[in-house]
T-cell receptor, first 111, second 112 residues
């Protein structure tokens, strides 16, 4: 979607390796989110950010960390990937008075 | 834990019919409600949002909100095969950071 880019779009990694997913926005929105989507579970919030260096945990944060050193970038890190973290990851952004919209998604496979 | 429940699918309707999608939520303090459409293999896209009790219409889509019953619905009139997708109900938390809690989605198929 315009204004938000996720990278990489696809990744295959081995169990136990670290992985970092990047979300980049050009909208200057305050809020950024990481969700994972799995069959039967819908979208579940992993972590979110409400400003530079301001982050907090979501519903399924175990095994994940995030960082936001500048407004436009929100990084999601899997310190030691496990097979249960195989999923599709979506970044979303929203402003104070704008609704959330999503990036294209990253399909991560942990083998 | 804040929950959002959607009517179980999949839902099939004939072309031209009205599709009705329903959603209930547990957080009584929620104020903002959204419907996203997600095509297979794609990201969710916002199609409707509603903040006040009652109906909100946008083209063939009508969102309905009843805060007393903690119920949100989406009606799609004159359904088209291109409406075939998964519809996600999302509720904004009554806290900070505009967090959304999503239902698990209802898969809609519109039969030609």
């Amino acid at each position: 979607d315009a204004g938000i880019t996720q990278s990489p779009r696809h990744k295959v990694t081995e169990t136990g390796t670290p992985v970092t997913l990047r979300c980049h926005q050009t909208e200057n929105h305050r809020y950024m989110y990481w969700y994972r989507q799995d069959p039967g579970h819908g979208l579940r919030l992993i972590h979110y950010s409400y400003g530079v260096k301001d982050t907090d945990k979501g519903e399924v944060s175990d095994g994940y960390s995030v960082s936001r050193s500048k407004t436009e970038d929100f990084l999601l890190t899997l310190e030691s990937a496990t097979s249960s973290q195989t999923s599709v990851y979506f970044c979303a952004i929203s402003g104070q008075n704008t609704e959330a919209f999503f990036g294209q998604g990253t399909r991560l496979t942990v083998v | 834990q804040k929950e959002v429940e959607q009517n179980s699918g999949p839902l099939s309707v004939p072309e031209g019919a009205i599709a009705s999608l329903n959603c209930t939520y547990s957080d009584r303090g929620s104020q903002s409600f959204f419907w996203y459409r997600q095509y297979s293999g794609k990201s969710p896209e916002l199609i409707m949002f509603i903040y006040s009790n009652g109906d909100k219409e946008d083209g063939r889509f009508t969102a309905q909100l009843n805060k007393a019953s903690q119920y949100v619905s989406l009606l799609i009139r004159d359904s088209q095969p291109s409406d075939s997708a998964t519809y996600l109900c999302a509720v904004e938390s009554s806290g900070s950071a505009r967090q959304l809690t999503f239902g698990s989605g209802t898969q809609l198929t519109v039969l030609p």
